[in-house]
């Protein structure tokens, strides 16, 4: 069974992009590039999220051990980014396809009008056929600012632009049922539901170059499917590895798309960290809640209010035991909510249509 979808991310790793000396491997990312052109003569969108500035950047300047390792990796990005995108360019220019650069922050996933004119802007650029090719900027991301790393970034890419598939690109075949270096490990083929403990079976070192490591990629996945995108994690070593995953061709693991969500329920299902109030609920509220009935959260059933928040912003919801029972838009400030709590006959403080249970 081939895989046959009109819209697809494809995140390339560090561990990808990079060779054991920490210089890019430009032979890799051109038949990776003539894969993605294959891919797009086929009809189908791609848009690219890739790692490497830094690696690209210490392939031009060479830099003392002793520096700051905070502002040593800026440096490398900002000079690395330049050549990265101009390899792209020149790289898919060969098949007369266009690429354009597209740098982001976590707060462009944080503000609901950041996030509306990012996806406009990719929008515009796929009408255009142009491949767009993004990266975090880690010229600007430092600490909180900063995405967990690339496959967390392109999870947010894939339900903001509602893709079709992830594929995410590393240097192992999958995800094993133990460790990848033992022999009697296999590649888990298919994970579906969300029930799967990796942390059973899954390393958590993480890989020499990246920052992020296969619990990680395991948890984002299950999340993204989740969404009702398909997600395949796959060796991006391995030649043909684009055209082989949508062909079903080869080993890797595939996280089978559940329930479709809308629009604004994929942007807030990734937004836990960008949350600012938080809100206490008592359990009949959380009972309403989860319950298989359409339930928007209303002011009688909050307990406390734990932290401020603005119209619009999100907010985390807690149970009375302090467990995340889901994430949603305010509907008006903590000062009203304040004002209201406990009350009955109020205005929901966060409508069912902006609610998101995980």
């Not at 060779?19 to 052109?37: C, F, M, S, T, Y």
């Not at 995405?147 to 967390?152: P, S």
């Not at 400030?333 to 009350?343: C, P, Q, R, W």
Request: hydrophobic share 40%; proline share 2%; glycine share 6%.
């Amino acid at each position: 069974m081939a895989f046959d979808y009109r819209r697809i991310i494809v995140k390339i790793g560090s561990n990808v992009f990079t060779q054991a000396n920490g210089l890019p491997d430009l032979e890799r990312i051109n038949h990776l590039v003539k894969q993605i052109a294959t891919i797009k003569k086929q009809g189908k969108e791609v848009i690219l999220v890739s790692s490497g500035a830094v690696a690209s950047g210490r392939s031009l300047i060479s830099v003392s051990e002793k520096s700051d390792a905070v502002a040593t990796r800026q440096l490398l990005a900002s000079i690395g980014q330049v050549k990265l995108i101009n390899t792209y360019a020149q790289y898919f220019e060969q098949f007369n396809i266009l690429c354009s650069q597209v740098l982001v922050t976590k707060e462009d996933f944080r503000d609901r009008v950041h996030y509306l004119n990012m996806k406009n802007c990719l929008e515009i650029l796929l009408q255009h056929q142009v491949i767009p090719v993004v990266n975090e900027n880690d010229v600007v991301s430092i600490t909180e600012l900063m995405f967990t790393d690339n496959d967390e970034l392109a999870g947010l890419i894939a339900s903001m632009l509602n893709a079709q598939a992830l594929i995410v690109l590393t240097n192992v075949d999958g995800i094993y049922d133990g460790d990848p270096k033992s022999e009697s490990s296999t590649v888990i083929n298919k994970i579906s539901g969300t029930d799967h403990d990796f942390s059973a079976h899954i390393q958590s070192s993480r890989s020499q170059f990246g920052r992020g490591g296969m619990i990680t990629k395991s948890n984002m996945a299950q999340k993204v499917a989740q969404l009702g995108i398909a997600v395949h994690i796959a060796n991006g070593t391995k030649n043909n590895i684009l055209t082989d995953v949508l062909e079903n061709k080869v080993i890797h693991t595939w996280f089978v798309p559940d329930k479709k969500a809308s629009g604004k329920k994929k942007w807030i299902a990734h937004s836990e960290n960008a949350a600012t109030g938080i809100i206490q609920i008592n359990e009949g509220a959380k009972m309403a809640l989860l319950s298989t009935k359409a339930t928007s959260l209303l002011p009688v059933g909050i307990v406390k209010v734990l932290s401020e928040f603005k119209k619009g912003e999100i907010i985390k919801i807690i149970d009375e035991n302090e467990k995340l029972i889901g994430l949603g838009i305010a509907e008006y400030g903590s000062d009203k909510a304040n004002e209201k709590l406990g009350h009955k006959n109020q205005k929901p403080l966060v409508h069912y249509d902006y609610l998101y249970l995980p």
